[in-house]
């Protein structure tokens, strides 16, 4: 029994271990492995070869059963294990991953984007992968790394909202090398957000070309070329004069439009009279009418607007004034001024009468050498300018507000034109030339006032040895002559405001009476020269009308000492446009009677030769003359005065009111602006009588007679 109960143990252990090799050697394998071909099905199924889904499940098991989004991981880890390892250990996410997955390898795939950089971008910005994955704005940002990684560095560092970054981004990348830098695109980033890109966002302008506070200057511009703030500009700021009477502006509207997109605050507007400080203290108040700053409200229309049309009246002209703004916002002030041009003191009669075919002119010289106010003032002479004693030397601001003033006095008065003392060429070193030149450029009186000017040939000065007489039988004084007249042409002919008589220019050589020689062939060899090189005809003006000369009068007969035989001025007439009486006179003139005498006696004779020879007359009149105080002239002669003219305001109106009869050709002339040396000046002075007196006389005649047509 116990044999068989050993047998029966010995069979039981056998089948035993039957049993076990088979479960361990063959059932447990083959289920191992119908296992595996379950667990992997799912793999294969997704398009994975058995080899790499052996290797997938050999890394990822623990994610069995395998689901739709496993599968889809395992469908790109197949190409891009690096990447999707990559996405899968930054996002912690198999999910995230997964969606992840579908966003990235189509860009690597199309080359767009590479494993590279996805995986560099993630290291850097790994919060952006975290827990969701890569999701569509994120891939934005990926394709905007590619190429401007430092910036999209900044960008997700300083910008928390991902609509914000990619508006920034959308905003920058286009112009990142064309214009913008990348430096400059950091610098915005860095400086300017949030304020520029909030603003430009709500205001929906560009960032960088937009014009957020409407200023007419870009983003671009003002932050990189002019370093003002793009944010808080004014973009109108105008003056329209709305008054304007004869030239003269007596009210003016200001309009400004500012805008700053941090809130603006009230603010101010000033209306400032320019004070020339060039000028002594003392010439300021004499020669300047006295006003003072005012100040005016600038109330915003919301917080963020300045919207202001302002009213200015009665101011009193005579300068250039400042509009000034003071525009306050919540971080500071922005000061922007407006110059206005040169407002007139004076309506201006002399453009008025001009219009109406009256041309009223006086002689002007450019006083720019000390000595010729030294040598006036050692000499006893008693009076000084209302402007003071100027020296036109240069073209400083000082210097040309002296021709501004005098230019706003004489046509505020009824002169309408001035001949110009040209003595040289700036090249030559003659100052003069080049104040002038300045002068008629840039003065407003010569760019909108309607002063005209013409040229007044200073002979003495040109031609060889002309303080005797004008030889123009020397072939010198005919070049000089004739490349003078092709200077001016160039240099003054041209300029609008140059006095033309039916398209001729207006010349007037000094002294011309004093000429001898061949005076016909030589003019007719200037004015053959003129037409044919420049096809210009010139209005030349006669100085033959001596008072008492008649037209059989040949000028001088023995000049330097030569014999000579001139023509007479009825042969020269021909030759000249115009004939001009009076001014100073010859010293023995008391023999006519009183120097009115001998003005109407030389208006009569000389207007009456001027119709027979159909030339225009030209009556000058003068308001005084004397050579006491001229330094050319021996102390005997000063001091003897002959042919002095006498000096009163009642003489003066008698003079001006016998010229006008005698006008109706022309014109007329009145004299010298700024002769003080010969007391023939009309310029004011300091001098109780001799300010604005005679100007204001001659104003009323003018207007009384030519005005009012009587």
Known sequence: MRKIIVILMLVLLLLATAIGVYYNFVYLPEKRKQVLEERIKPLIDAGLTREKALEFDEIHRDWAPYNETATEYARYWVDYPVVSEAVLETSGSLKHTASSLDLVVPNIANKTLTEDTLIDFMVKHPSLVKDDGLNTTDMDLVKYYVHLPRIVDRVTEKIKSQEDRLFALNELAPYVSKPLTEEQAYHLIEKWYPDLFSACKKERVPVVFGDSDEDFVNNYDEIFEYGTDPLFGIGNFTWTPTKIVNDKVYEVSVFIRAKSLRGILPSKLYWIPINYTQFPLEVQLRAFPNETVREFDLIPVNENLIESHITIKDFKGGREYLVTANITDKTGNVITERKIPYIREFENLGKRLYEKGTKIGIVYGLITKQHEWDDYI???????????????NSTSTENLMVIERHMDWMSGHGINFILDIWSGKESEGDIRDRVFKEAISTLEMFKAGGMKFGILYESHWRFVDAFEGINMSDPRNIQILKEDLSYLKENYFGHPAYLKIEEKPFFHIYGNDGMYGNIISGLEEVYKFMKENYGIQLYMLS??????????????????????????????????????????????????????????????????????????????????????????HSPEVREKDLGAVPRSIELWKERLIMSIPYS??????????????????????????????????????????YELGT
Request: aromatic letters at 18%; a negative charge.
């Open 543 to 632: 100085s033959h009308a001596i008072p008492e000369v008649n037209e059989d009068w040949r000028g001088p007969s023995e000049p330097r000492g030569i014999k000579v035989d001139n023509p007479s001025v009825k042969e020269l007439a021909y030759l000249f446009d115009a004939m001009v009486t009076g001014g100073a006179p010859t010293p023995d003139y008391a023999e006519f009677g009183s120097y009115e005498d001998y003005l109407e006696m030389g208006y009569r004779y000389w207007y009456n030769f001027s119709l027979r020879n159909e030339l225009d007359f030209i009556p000058l009149a003068i308001p005084g003359y004397s050579r006491k105080y001229c330094p050319w």
């Open 378 to 392: 050692e000499l006893g002479g008693p009076y000084e300018p209302l402007l003071g004693y100027y020296v036109l």
């Open 664 to 705: 109706n050709t022309f014109g007329m002339m009145v004299g010298d602006w700024n002769d003080f040396t010969e007391n023939a000046r009309l310029e004011p002075s300091t001098q109780q009588g001799e300010g604005f007196e005679y100007l204001e006389a001659m104003k009323d005649i003018l207007a009384e007679y």
